[in-house]
């Protein structure tokens, strides 16, 4: 295991020194007049280009990558080593090892969870990530073009082949899909497994792109050190790595790089050939349109702004400029041929994506002030400090910014090319932040890191001529910045709780291995049943699941790879390639049929024509069928029937299968990934205060399931918590279960549940038995209470934008036989360890043992028990004369009523023997509250409640 983490922490500074040696001796040949530091800066991310462009045409001609990127490899090395052999190009080691030290110490500061957790390292588990692996699977064994295998895809026998609706049709950019796959050929490792290594490549590219853009001269030199060592230390520019934005990442290394080579003052005496030069800017321009297309504009509106500058100060463009770019234009036209329509539809899907896109909800952090400090890596993105930090950090960002922003408007006019970059680009970030975009300037926020670090650099040096003075200030921006950087990286680790992670300890736990050894253990060609709602979490499993027959009873997760073509409502593009449309419809025609549209009824007296519609399997498991399903630490469903196990997954036999519940996304009632904001109903799994070690979910009013093989008499176990609200929203919900009939969990209070429906029947639908929980309480968003400069803008915009109603510990259906077996404690005194006790019953107890305004517990009773004993004390808040209430109800019968008031209590009852359960309920007649310290409203702190004898 050490041999392999070793193995993957290097397998990035051989991608870099790969491309490296291809990108140096390719410049070495062309000889566009830079000088040598620069070309070594620029030399990985065009070995990058010279291993891209040629897996894209061998690809498009209809070879599997598997089949060529070997020979393509010693091809390239072997030629480039020609190349040096007879160039002999001098490279500048004494100026470059500055550099290279830097790109080492940026290697370490984002890559270092490599060391710990090898070719398992998943990071943030992005839903990106997954959907980049499968398409490289498919161009790792299929030609680009290569129709899909019609069996292998109506039974989900490689999940891969779904990704020819995306680069075929879709007409969706391919080019990180591809050099994934090339990676993955060459290693022989599934591409999940060497993405991370590979974007950890590409990171060291942008850094050394941007290197090379800030060095335009030797002047320059230092300053562009700096810069490096300044990005280096981004935590946003991290945050882009680590979250897997993998084109993201490679595109902007691309559009740094085409900046240099075109953003030139091209004077009446720059000689050089036109030829090599255009050959040079070509493949450059083709790897951006390929891998990252989105930027171009970026590009050619810095080329154009740049030019205007040049023509105002007196630059005219000569005959050789003009060739130059005649040539370049025709190179592009005649070796792309009919994939600019690809270009071109793409771009145009992604503009009106990005103007009319109203997904603030998802990432809106960058419509708040502080976002101006997030940009800098001056706090964590989505964490607010305590103030006054946090105020301080959004002035101080403010400043930077203004600063950035004037200072590139003076460097412009000095014909610096990065200035021009970064104010392209800011003044389209503007135009977004005044539309109010928040994913695309979250996007942009991490476009905008290489170009403002540059600006702001330059301006330091030219500002600051005393060395200790500007050392110390770039100490301060690396230090701040760092502290962010940290926690990010931290964050990749992956655990439960930590922010962004879609799939939570997948590191840790090795999964992608897990999920290698299960599937190799299931004969192929069986059928399999991948229970999980988790999008992201179905993919890793597809992954390796070639060869079997899977389905997804949760939703249809890949229907929007192709649904546009059994709707006939694709893009007008597309219809320039009428034979790939007819296909497409053929294909969707016959898989469509895995699913059928079915609708669960509901009983709700105030909603008495409400259906839930959802998709169902259209065929029905085979006795052979196996269930993969998700382990109890991994989800909130099924903790009553799972074991306990260090295991993520447990396979099971349908016919061993009983009363498993299998969470189905409906119309009422989704999934959070993708899902639409009012009707989602399950949130990813996040990390439990009381329960650290266990994980809970935030739940929303509808939730449909699906039950394996349920018993004649079921019962649903619902524990809840309300513990972790904001002010009012503590109440416990009213929830109901529903089958045939539409039945209530008798919850009552605030705080924090655990019970039991009474028997529950289970509704049949196209022969499969189905239930429904309903919350039924109406949502509302948690409003932002602000402070400081958090008060200039963006008040009305939620930063938590879920409708969670309660977090859910555990959902399971357990038979009525089993809820008879167990046996209830006979007290509680230890909070919140008692409180977790799968047997107990109980509702209105906050974990910490605070009573809300009505609560219950079922306790049992030994034949030498025959008092109750209830102690506790009700605090002293602000009141000394506070009093309550206590009415006290065994098994339904008042027994007594007592006023209590400030201070310790202890209540003992005579009872009769009861020895299975026994239901005490607690009401009291007021609460108080701690108000802005602690916003629950309680009556009393409980020390004990039992049977004594």
Same mark, same amino acid.
């Given at each position: 295991?050490e041999?392999?983490s070793i193995?993957?922490?290097i397998?990035p ?9 291809i ?5 070495s040949?062309?000889?566009?007049q830079?000088h040598l530091?620069?070309n070594?800066?620029?030399s990985?991310?065009i070995?990058?280009?010279i ?11 209809g ?14 090395l ?5 190349l ?5 190009p001098?490279?500048?080691?004494r100026? !470059? ?5 830097v790109?080492?110490?940026?290697f370490l ?10 070719f ?5 588990s ?17 030609g ?20 020819w609706?995306?680069?075929?049709p ?33 990171h060291?590219c942008?850094?050394s ?5 800030? $060095? ?12 490096m060592?300044v990005l280096?230390f981004?935590?946003?520019n ?5 979250y897997q ?6 595109g ?5 790089s085409?900046s240099?080579?075109l953003?030139q003052? &091209?004077?009446?005496h720059y000689?050089?050939?036109i ?5 040079l ?10 891998f990252y297309?989105?930027?171009?504009g ?15 100060q ?6 050789q400029?003009v060739?130059?770019?005649?040539f370049?234009?025709?190179? $592009? ?5 009919? !994939?600019w329509?690809n270009?071109i539809?793409?771009?145009?899907t992604?503009v009106?994506?990005g ?7 998802i990432?809106p ?6 976002g ?5 890596g001056l706090?964590?993105?989505a ?14 960002g403010?400043i930077?910014?203004?600063?950035t922003?004037?200072s ?32 695309t300037?979250?996007?942009l ?7 403002l670090?540059?600006v702001l650099v330059?301006?330091? &040096? ?20 760092w502290k962010?950087q ?6 990749s680790?992956?655990?439960?709780g930590?922010?962004?992670v879609?799939?939570?300890?997948a590191?840790m ?19 399999v049943?991948i ?22 009873p ?19 593009f597309?219809q320039?390639f009428?034979?790939t449309?007819?296909?497409a419809?053929?294909?969707v ?6 699913y059928?549209d ?15 519609a959802f ?10 069928t196996?269930?993969l399903l ?6 909130i469903f099924?903790r ?12 099971i036999p349908?016919k061993?299968?009983a ?8 119309s ?7 899902g639409?904001e009012?009707?989602i ?8 205060y ?11 009013q509808?939730?449909?399931?699906s039950?394996?093989n349920?018993?004649d008499?079921i ?6 918590t ?14 109901m279960?529903?089958?045939?009939k ?5 919850i009552i ?6 019970v ?12 499969a038995?189905?239930l ?6 109406s949502?509302?968003l ?6 400081g400069?958090m008060n ?6 939620p930063r938590?934008n879920r409708?969670?109603?309660t ?5 399971s ?20 360890a008692?409180l977790?006790n ?13 009573l809300?305004?009505?609560s ?5 009773q030994?034949?030498k ?10 605090p ?12 006290i109800?065994l ?13 310790k209590?202890?209540i ?9 359960r026994?239901?005490?309920?607690l ?13 629950r409203?309680?009556?009393a702190?409980?020390?004990y ?5």
């Amino acid at each position: 295991m050490e041999k392999l983490s070793i193995a993957a922490f290097i397998l990035p500074i051989i991608i870099f020194l790969f491309w490296m040696v291809i990108g140096y001796a390719f410049l070495s040949l062309v000889r566009t007049q830079r000088h040598l530091l620069q070309n070594a800066l620029l030399s990985p991310t065009i070995g990058m280009v010279i291993t891209l462009l040629p897996t894209f045409w061998l690809s498009r001609i209809g070879l599997p990558v598997s089949q060529f990127a070997l020979l393509e490899t010693i091809f390239l090395l072997g030629f480039s080593f020609l190349l040096l052999f007879k160039t002999k190009p001098y490279f500048p080691l004494r100026y !470059y090892l500055p550099f290279g030290v830097v790109l080492l110490g940026a290697f370490l500061l984002t890559g270092s969870p490599l060391l710990r957790y090898g070719f398992n390292w998943i990071s943030y588990s992005n839903d990106d990530m997954t959907n980049y692996c499968l398409s490289a699977l498919r161009l790792l064994h299929h030609g680009y073009n290569e129709t899909p295998n019609l069996l292998a895809l109506k039974y989900n026998q490689d999940i891969s082949l779904y990704y020819w609706f995306m680069t075929v049709p879709r007409m969706i950019r391919p080019g990180a899909d591809l050099l994934l796959a090339f990676c993955s050929a060459i290693t022989h490792l599934m591409p999940i497994k060497i993405f991370m290594p590979l974007i950890m490549a590409l990171h060291l590219c942008l850094i050394s792109a941007a290197g090379a853009l800030v $060095c335009q001269s030797k002047r320059f030199r230092n300053i562009a050190l700096t810069t490096m060592i300044v990005l280096a230390f981004s935590a946003v520019n991290t945050l882009g790595t680590i979250y897997q934005l993998i084109a993201q990442v490679g595109g902007i290394a691309l559009l740094l790089s085409s900046s240099t080579i075109l953003l030139q003052t &091209y004077t009446q005496h720059y000689r050089y050939n036109i030829i090599k030069q255009s050959s040079l800017i070509s493949l450059l321009i083709m790897a951006l349109l390929i891998f990252y297309p989105e930027v171009a504009g970026f590009l050619f509106i810095s080329i154009l702004l740049f030019l205007s500058i040049l023509f105002f100060q007196g630059w005219r463009p000569n005959k050789q400029f003009v060739l130059t770019t005649l040539f370049s234009i025709c190179i $592009c036209l005649f070796a792309l041929n009919q !994939y600019w329509i690809n270009i071109i539809s793409f771009i145009h899907t992604q503009v009106l994506e990005g103007i009319m896109s109203n997904t603030n909800y998802i990432f809106p952090y960058f419509l708040f002030p502080n976002g101006l400090a997030d940009i800098w890596g001056l706090q964590v993105i989505a964490l607010l400090p305590s103030e006054p930090w946090l105020s301080r950090s959004i002035f101080c960002g403010g400043i930077l910014l203004i600063i950035t922003f004037l200072s590139a408007i003076y460097q412009m006019i000095k014909n610096i090319p990065i200035a021009t970059v970064f104010f392209v680009m800011f003044i389209i970030t503007l135009y977004f932040f005044i539309q109010h975009v928040g994913f695309t300037l979250f996007k942009l926020a991490m476009y905008l890191q290489p170009a403002l670090i540059g600006v702001l650099v330059i301006f330091i &040096y030219w500002l600051i001529p005393k060395n200790s003075v500007r050392i110390l200030v770039i100490v301060l921006l690396c230090y701040y910045s760092w502290k962010s950087q940290k926690e990010y990286v931290a964050f990749s680790h992956g655990q439960l709780g930590q922010l962004y992670v879609a799939v939570t300890n997948a590191s840790m736990t090795h999964m992608s291995d897990e999920l290698e050894e299960i599937m190799h253990s299931i004969p192929n060609h069986t059928p399999v049943i991948i229970a999980t709602p988790n999008i992201v979490l179905a993919k890793l499993i597809s992954l390796s699941a070639t060869n079997k027959f899977i389905s997804f009873p949760s939703n249809n997760f890949f229907w929007g790879y192709y649904y546009m073509f059994s709707k006939k409502n694709y893009s007008s593009f597309s219809q320039w390639f009428p034979q790939t449309e007819k296909t497409a419809e053929y294909l969707v025609k016959k898989i469509s049929t895995q699913y059928m549209d079915a609708y669960f009824y509901l009983h709700n007296p105030d909603k008495p024509f409400i259906t839930d519609a959802f998709l169902t399997l259209a065929n029905h498991p085979s006795p052979n069928t196996v269930i993969l399903l998700s382990s109890a630490n991994r989800n909130i469903f099924n903790r009553s029937q799972l074991p306990e196990t260090d295991k993520n997954f447990l396979v099971i036999p349908w016919k061993k299968a009983a009363n498993l519940l299998l969470f189905v996304s409906s119309s009422l009632g989704e999934e959070y990934y993708g899902g639409r904001e009012k009707n989602i109903s399950l949130y990813n799994l996040e990390k439990d205060y009381f329960y650290p070690k266990k994980g809970l979910a935030g739940i929303g009013q509808y939730l449909l399931f699906s039950v394996i093989n349920p018993s004649d008499k079921i019962r649903a176990v619902l524990q809840i918590t309300n513990s972790f609200g904001s002010r009012n929203t503590y109440y416990l919900p009213n929830a109901m279960i529903e089958g045939t009939k539409r039945k209530s969990f008798q919850i009552i209070g605030s705080g924090s549940a655990r019970v039991f429906s009474p028997v529950i029947k289970s509704q049949q639908i196209n022969h499969a038995p189905y239930l429904l929980i309903d919350l039924g309480k109406s949502i509302k968003l948690t409003p932002n209470v602000y402070t400081g400069l958090m008060n200039l803008y963006g008040k009305r915009i939620p930063r938590d934008n879920r409708y969670i109603i309660t977090y859910a510990r555990n959902i399971s259906v357990i038979s009525d036989e089993e809820y008879q077996k167990m046996k209830a404690p006979s007290h509680i005194e230890h909070f919140p360890a008692d409180l977790s006790n799968p047997n107990l019953e109980y509702s209105g107890i906050f974990e910490d043992g605070w009573l809300s305004n009505a609560s219950f517990v079922v306790l049992a009773q030994t034949e030498k028990q025959n008092k109750l004993l209830i102690q506790g004390n009700v605090p002293l808040i602000k009141d000394n004369h506070f009093t309550t209430e206590l009415t006290i109800y065994l098994n339904g019968k008042k027994i007594m009523n007592k006023v209590l008031t400030v201070g310790k209590f202890m209540i003992k009852i005579p009872t009769d023997k009861n020895p299975t359960r026994n239901k005490i309920e607690l009401h009291f007649s007021k609460t108080q509250s701690y108000g802005s310290v602690d916003y629950r409203d309680f009556a009393a702190k409980v020390d004990y409640i039992g049977f004594i004898s």
